[in-house]
């Protein structure tokens, strides 16, 4: 009788520590109830970032704690793969197989860090950062090192179909190839339109491109 | 009076002069000029300030606030500074300086705290506080960090900060390590401190609150927290939180030993 109860109990746990994969003791005081009330207490709404922020998805949860995001145990790296796969699978490709759009704007695009802070407008233009995190021309001398560089991208990598699909899919969902990717899900977040993304597979693969020169 | 028409004079040329450097946009050119303005910080007008804010008599109770205990006893303000954050009885509560002032406004001077937390910075109940951090950080310059983790709640508070510093949400999936994990990277030409290492949190930690060069403003650690919540499209901490003590808790920790350059420059 006892183990009719508790085996489907035990069933329902399995699954889900399994996904998670090791996890880091932060020590005394910082155990998950004590944590999430710290952050209950100490955040409030400012214009368009509103405390539903601090909501994570499971991506997000996964990636905050570096005993999955980086630990090298088999049970990482397989924890780590699921993510991915769950990552790629959010990917919208471009209805219409065109992949590239106008270099010129995907250069602005590139440039504006600009978006989605407390102090932005709702309906203001969102850039993709990329200049922060990324060399990309060499005309533009203040870029940061986050990624590594993009520069001639198009001209080592080719226009291969692959190509396209990879570099479509890294920026729409960075985290499909790297799980605990540092660098934004442009499209998938909605931080990005399809219309920006394809500008930027310009910049970074067309041959007239000044990255390609 | 004086002095802070000295001050906004100063600023304006000073921001002038930023926006030159930035153009010239090399790490190099912007090293330099700070090196050059080292030898006068316009810091110390806000510290003179602050000293005089500390000893005036103020509030409902209209006294001073010469007896309020940073740590080391009423009225010592020497080398409290490099001992914060920390737990203390009274409150039993792990404060920064901020959150200190804060108990010593409410209980020594009779202030009702909320208006100063919930004023936005820059304005002058937030400029208040930042003339004070920056007097108190001054009477420890040149001492070296001594944070202590020996109480419970030290060490909760340490442990909290670390678990926040990878807390990664938001549209853009940041976290503070996004940003600050690793060494020798820069967002555009700024050099990013690397906080997970003594070095990197010890540069950062040892350094604010600090004139900031490009705004003319003064800004606590307070103010560069709240600003980097903001980068990382979170929204804003509640001024003294205990997300933001943990932070300081945890760089200032990580910084323990390394010498105090406060108030500092920034760019």
Known sequence: MKTFFILPLLLAATPALAESGPKTDWGQGADDAAFAAMIKSSFHDKGIATLARLDQDSTQAFCSDPARATGASKEAVEAREKIEAENLATIKWPADNTWLGDWKKGEAVAQSGR?????????????GNCYNCHQISKQEIAYGTIGPSLWNYGKIKGDAPETLRYTWGKIYNSKAYNACSNMPRGGHMGILSEDQIRDLMALLLHPQSPVNQ | MKRHHLCIAFAAVIS?????????????SIEQYREALRDGNPAELFEAQGEEIWKTPAGPKNVSLEQCDLGLGAGVVKGAFAQLPRWFKDTDRVQDTESRLLTCKEKLQGVDIKAIIKAPFGSPEKDEMNALVTYISGASKDMPVKVSLAHPKEQAMFNLGRRMFYFEAGPHDFSCATCHGQSGARIRLQELPDLTIGKGAGVAWTSWPAYRVSSGQMWSMQWRLADCFRQQRFPEPNYTSDVTVALSMFMAAMANDAKLDTPGIKR
């Not at chain 1, 978006?115 to 850039?127: I, M």
């Not at chain 2, 002038?16 to 190099?28: C, I, K, M, N, V």
């Open chain 1, 115 to 127: 978006g989605l802070t407390s102090s932005d407008k709702a309906d203001g233009v969102r850039g």
């Open chain 2, 16 to 28: 002038a002069g930023a926006a030159r450097a930035e153009t010239d946009s090399s790490l190099q």
